[in-house]
């Protein structure tokens, strides 16, 4: 999928806010004010995130929500312990995070 990306455009230049399509621009309009100072890797990891979240049925889309429903519902201590975890997972570290 991210080949298919990086091919369609999606994450090649990591667009400025004014080049992503109006779609994007709607459904991502929360980042906008934000969105042409942010990194380019959280830009692409957004990008690559939204891309998935349109392919998902409704079935895949209601278990995300309940996840994330779930993960709000932890003390912010929990949280930012997972937060971490999953940032040493993306940077290749082997480590086992705990399920909320």
């Not at 692409?44 to 996840?67: C, D, F, G, T, V």
Request: hydrophobic letters at 30%; glycine letters at 2%.
């Amino acid at each position: 999928m991210v080949t298919t990306l990086l091919f369609s455009g999606v994450l090649s230049a990591q667009p400025q806010w004014q080049e992503l399509s109006p779609a994007q621009r709607q459904e991502l309009q929360r980042y906008a004010e934000r969105w042409d100072q942010m990194p380019a890797d959280k830009r692409e990891r957004i990008l690559r995130n939204h891309a998935r979240w349109q392919n998902m049925s409704p079935e895949e889309k209601q278990r995300a929500r309940a996840k994330w429903d779930k993960f709000r519902a932890l003390p912010e201590a929990q949280r930012e312990a997972l937060r971490d975890c999953y940032r040493r997972k993306r940077k290749g570290e082997e480590v086992e995070c705990p399920r909320p």
